[in-house]
Antibody, heavy 117, light 112 residues
Framework: QVQLQESGPGLVKPSQTLSLTCTVS??????????WSWIRQPAGKGLEWLGR???????NYNPSLKSRVTMSVDTSRNQFSLKLSSVTAADTAVYYC?????????WGQGTLVTVSS | DIVMTQSPLSLSVTPGEPASISCRSS???????????LGWFLQRPGQSPQLLIY???NRASGVPDRFSGSGSGADFTLKISRVEAEDAGLYYC?????????FGQGTKLEIK
């Protein structure tokens, strides 16, 4: 059974770049018709879809992030990554990675990232 | 962006009683392939969201049959036929018809 695990710094300074990695186990990131997504949730608030990437590297980003977001995939390590530049306190949230298909959705446990000096 | 609107935002239900949550989208979620790209998720306290329903009315693997999804176009409903204690949490609808995918505000289900 596929599992996803987010990792990265829990504290990022304002104006710096947030970098997270999602490690996929129990299945190959290159197999199947899946896309690999990032979603975030500020404390006590709802869910925001940040974007997705395919194993081949194609991406769709949320325009609300105004070109601050970059996603990449490393098939050799079975990982995909999120970079969010020029962060502010508004980017403080639990960040989730997920594997999506039309009939399934598997999420990681989430990782809290706090933006503070 | 497609705006998703859920109602009610909270409800309190006695175990064994039914529950219903509505989700409306600002645009039709019906694709030319005949599928509605609408999913329902449950987020239990302290956990990540889990998929309950996909493509409007299909139960995800392992989801009890007391959960059902219905609707088409821009009007959808999640029903729980007999609520159990483990059903407590936040319910979200999400549209996957077009990017950026968007979620409803969430509906908090409390068990009396």
């Amino acid at each position: 059974q596929v599992q996803l695990q987010e990792s990265g710094p829990g504290l990022v300074k304002p104006s710096q770049t947030l970098s997270l990695t999602c490690t996929v186990s129990g299945g190959s990131i290159s197999s199947g018709s899946y896309y690999w997504s990032w979603i975030r949730q500020p404390a006590g608030k709802g869910l925001e879809w940040l974007g997705r990437i395919y194993a081949g590297g194609g991406t769709n980003y949320n325009p609300s992030l105004k070109s601050r977001v970059t996603m990449s995939v490393d098939t050799s390590r079975n990982q995909f990554s999120l970079k969010l530049s020029s962060v502010t306190a508004a980017d403080t949230a639990v960040y989730y990675c997920a594997r999506e298909a039309s009939d399934s959705s598997v999420w990681g446990q989430g990782t809290l990232v706090t933006v503070s000096s | 962006d497609i705006v998703m609107t859920q109602s009610p935002l909270s409800l309190s239900v006695t175990p064994g009683e039914p529950a219903s949550i509505s989700c409306r989208s600002s645009q039709s979620l019906l694709h030319s392939n005949g599928f509605d790209y609408l999913g329902w998720f449950l987020q239990r306290p302290g956990q990540s969201p889990q998929l309950l329903i996909y493509l409007g009315s299909n139960r995800a693997s392992g989801v009890p049959d007391r959960f059902s999804g219905s609707g088409s176009g821009a009007d959808f409903t999640l029903k729980i036929s007999r609520v159990e204690a483990e059903d407590a949490g936040l319910y979200y609808c999400m549209q996957a018809r077009q990017t950026p995918f968007t979620f409803g505000q969430g509906t908090k289900l409390e068990i009396k």
